[in-house]
């Protein structure tokens, strides 16, 4: 071992308060994962001390397939050593023209039959930006509705969307004219009536989109998600998505889905609006596009294509390591049979965060689809609300997640006031680290409960 790296071991704690002092006071995972992590290989990720630690927040869901899996790995080394185009702006290449064969070969086949795609920036926030330009302009319309609790990114449109206040509270200037609409939530009911208030929420949005006296202008686009992340794993009923492509195509408003998180396998399906059977009129994607890489784009039906040259641009819209990372992700995930063996999992998954809720009062929710699952942590002795249910309590998510830490396990919390415990584990989590991950919590669940 050489001097240098000997001497970087024994300052771990140097190297994190280094660039803890530098960094900005907007970090958000290293302040609570006050580690230096060195190096990872599927799930597992280690710190320079040589501790292995379960990955269960895989870069926000990014890492669908894990960190450094062989098969991307290879497919970017073997690119790079061929003197091919490593950014190419929207030019044409072969690794272009590869990457958007295999992404029309994962589209449901009637939404691919008509759609267009859009490069945009690599981050998922610039291509629901690019949506939002793309669909005032073919409508000539400037109101957007978006949903209580939804996360659609920090740039000035996407956050105009975003439920979350933190944010936004000493931000003027976002983008006028956004209006939000109650979303499904049986366990936090905003009508408080529980597992039926999605038929209020239909109702609600029915009557907004119809009524002279509204006071919302007809809007350019719904924007959605299937399952929220960053607000709590909540997944949207079935019948409610359905209810909802019906009445926006009866009002002629344009439906956009955001499946940046929920996209390429993480629910059990390819696309998580596909367990419903609907047909979006765009669909936004990122993190797993890219096989780990930054890429980020918009698909969307031929009819809305108002777009002239230039009207959305990014330097790096042609990331070629991306296209090629992204292509390898896509091939793994028709070929291995991924998408099913998630269905599974999440299935199993379920069964075995169900039994922690039964011996752990402070579980009061567990909700999710395939490999995505939120635990709502709660004071099981606080006040009940209108639906029935304690209070959340972010507190003690934080310790949860502390404790979960310290057993060697990652993941994140979110929701409402941070007490939801999130798993977002690689999708090629095997049975045995799914046992390993449910044991960990258990023992971190049993510690805070005492």
């Not at 291509?127 to 000035?156: C, D, P, Q, V, W």
């Not at 933190?166 to 408080?192: E, S």
């Not at 395939?370 to 972010?394: A, C, K, Q, R, Y």
Request: charged share 20%; aromatic share 8%; net charge negative.
């Amino acid at each position: 071992m050489s001097e240098h790296r000997a001497a970087d071991i024994a300052t771990t704690s140097a190297m994190y308060d280094f660039v803890q002092e530098r960094e900005s006071a907007a970090r958000t995972y290293a302040n609570r994962f006050k580690l230096v992590f060195e190096r990872a290989s599927g799930m597992r990720l280690y710190d320079l001390e040589g501790r292995e630690y379960l990955d269960c927040l895989a870069a926000a869901g990014t890492l669908a397939l894990g960190h450094n899996h062989p098969r991307i790995q290879g497919a970017v080394e073997e690119f790079l050593g061929s003197g091919a185009l490593q950014q190419a702006l929207d030019l044409t290449t072969p690794v272009k023209y590869h990457f958007l064969k295999r992404l029309y070969q994962c589209l449901p086949a009637r939404f691919a039959e008509n759609a267009r795609v859009q490069f945009c920036g690599p981050t998922g926030a610039d291509a629901i930006e690019a949506a939002l330009k793309l669909f005032k302009t073919a409508t000539k319309r400037n109101s957007i509705i978006a949903f209580h609790g939804a996360y659609h990114g920090m740039t000035s449109g996407s956050l105009a969307l975003t439920g979350n206040l933190t944010a936004k509270n000493f931000m003027g200037g976002l983008m006028p004219d956004v209006h939000f609409m109650p979303y499904p939530h049986p366990y936090r009911c905003p009508f408080g009536l529980g597992v039926e208030g999605y038929r209020a929420s239909l109702a609600y949005m029915e009557q907004v989109l119809s009524d002279p006296e509204s006071g919302i202008t007809l809007p350019a686009a719904v924007v959605v998600e299937v399952v929220q992340g960053e607000g709590g794993v909540i997944p949207a009923p079935i019948d409610w998505l359905r209810g909802l492509r019906r009445i926006t195509a009866e009002a002629e408003v344009p439906l956009i889905i955001d499946e940046i998180q929920t996209g390429f396998g993480r629910t059990g399906e390819m696309f998580a609006f596909e367990a419903a059977d609907i047909e979006p009129d765009a669909v936004v994607v990122s993190k797993a596009l890219g096989g780990g890489y930054p890429l980020a784009l918009m698909l969307y039906h031929k009819r809305y294509d108002a777009w002239t040259p230039g009207a959305h641009a990014g330097t790096f819209r042609g990331n070629q390591i991306a296209m090629v990372a992204g292509t390898a992700t896509m091939d793994i995930l028709l070929e291995d049979e991924l998408i099913k063996a998630v269905q599974e999992k999440g299935e199993y998954l379920a069964v075995r965060l169900a039994e922690l809720a039964d011996r752990y009062p402070r579980v009061g929710d567990v909700r999710g689809r395939g490999l995505m699952w939120g635990l709502e942590i709660v004071d099981p002795d606080g006040p009940l609300d209108m639906v029935g249910n304690p209070p959340p309590d972010g507190m003690a998510a934080r310790a949860i997640q502390r404790e979960c830490l310290a057993n060697g396990l990652i993941l994140e919390t979110g929701g409402r006031h941070g007490s939801v415990v999130r798993i977002l584990p690689p999708l090629i989590i095997n049975p045995l680290e799914l046992d390993e991950v449910v044991a960990r919590l258990d023992r971190a669940l049993c510690a805070i409960h005492g």
